[in-house]
């Protein structure tokens, strides 16, 4: 597509429960990337991608996160057993390569835990 | 670690005023520095970076110069519009991980007609 994708655009799900959120980065983009945008917290890193590779994953929060990517793709993200305080709005970047190249957003998902 | 520090809003402006956001940085090096801007129910879109000291990035009417001496990177445009309203964010990679993005808080922006 023309840009980055977010799926699904809004979640609300319950305390306890599993998400997954789905990033389709722009087509030939080699990196990618996850951010999380939260009240308290502001823009963070979570997670990039080079490839199906993870070089760096020390921005989730813990281990209740993870995120792969296939085929150099799409990528998905998985919360589970989700809490309230994860409740934000998750942001899927892209881009060609990772030195001084310029990152692409998604319009995010933003997800509600009760 | 690196980190960005940017005023805090919101920024309210009459349509055609002149328009500074504050934004410093600290980190070692040269990073590369860059506005971002959010508008309602959009996601981060570029707005403009510069990559070496002294370069200003344009775009749009908005410029930020960036300062080595002051580690500064203020984003300015001399006559706004309502359509500018949105959230801006400065952020910058630094050189140990240039693949990482780290932002200020952002600053709301209100334009009024």
């Known amino acids: 597509g023309a840009g980055v994708s977010q799926s699904p655009s809004n979640k609300v799900t319950e305390k306890g429960k599993d998400v997954e959120l789905r990033c389709d980065p722009i087509?030939?983009?080699?990196?990618l990337y996850w951010y999380r945008q939260s009240l308290g917290q502001g823009l963070e890193f979570l997670i990039y991608?080079?490839?199906?590779?993870?070089?760096?994953k020390s921005g989730l929060p813990s281990d209740r996160f993870s995120a792969e990517r296939t085929g150099g793709s799409v990528s998905t993200l998985t919360i589970q057993r989700t809490q309230q305080e994860d409740s934000a709005v998750y942001l899927c970047?892209?881009?060609?390569?990772?030195?001084?190249?310029?990152?692409?957003f998604g319009a995010g998902t933003r997800l509600s835990v009760l | 670690g690196d980190s960005v520090t940017q005023m805090e809003g919101p920024v309210t402006l009459s349509e055609e005023a002149f328009l500074t956001i504050n934004c410093t940085y600290t980190?070692?090096?040269?990073?590369?520095l860059f506005w971002y801007v959010q508008y309602p129910g959009e996601g981060l879109q570029l707005l403009l970076k510069?990559?070496?000291?002294?370069d200003k990035g344009s775009n749009k009417g908005f410029e930020a110069t960036y300062r080595k001496e002051t580690t500064s990177f203020h984003l300015e445009k001399g006559s706004v519009q309502v359509s500018d309203s949105a959230v801006y964010f400065c952020a910058l990679t630094g050189m140990d991980s240039s693949y990482k993005l780290i932002f200020g808080s952002g600053t709301r922006l209100l334009v009024r007609p």
């Open positions: 991608f080079q490839g199906n590779s993870a070089p760096d």
């Open positions: 970047a892209s881009s060609q390569g990772t030195v001084k190249n310029i990152q692409y």
């Open positions: 510069a990559t070496k000291a002294d």
């Open positions: 980190a070692t090096g040269y990073p590369s």
């Open positions: 087509s030939g983009h080699t990196a």
